[in-house]
């Protein structure tokens, strides 16, 4: 069992940055493949981002080379920084965990947690 709660989100003007945090509970966390999705209104949700035990990253092409995915084993923490953020990132972003552990290659299909999501609404 593994619970997830994002916070960081809010409304920001293009260009802006802002970081989301993602607090998990449960003592294996460091061996968890870690990543952000991201859905918007009346749009399936979509991989962003995501990282391994051994910090191996992965990012959606839109966001990359704004976003950076980064985890605090120590705090049980994974971040989204997000910068240069743009309207059509604006979404409800979910943290997700893949809980079979110490994986080297990130398989989208096989996050099975989820938070509750926090709002990024970007304006033009």
């Known amino acids: 069992q593994v619970q997830l709660v994002e916070s960081g989100g809010g409304l920001v003007q293009a260009g802006d940055s802002l970081r989301l945090s993602c607090a998990a509970s449960g003592r294996t966390f460091r061996s968890y493949t870690m990543g952000w999705f991201r859905q918007a209104p009346g749009k399936e949700r979509e991989f962003v981002a995501g990282?391994?035990?051994?910090?191996?990253?992965h990012y959606a092409d839109a966001v990359k080379g704004r976003f950076t995915i980064s985890r605090d084993n120590a705090k049980n923490t994974v971040y989204l920084q997000m910068n240069n953020l743009k309207p059509e990132d604006t979404a409800v972003y979910y943290c997700?965990?893949?809980?079979?552990?110490?994986?080297?290659?990130?398989?989208?299909?096989?996050?099975?947690?989820w938070g509750q999501g926090t709002q990024v609404t970007v304006s033009s």
């Open positions: 990282i391994t035990w051994n910090t191996n990253t």
């Open positions: 997700a965990a893949q809980r079979d552990p110490w994986v080297t290659e990130i398989s989208i299909g096989r996050f099975d947690s």
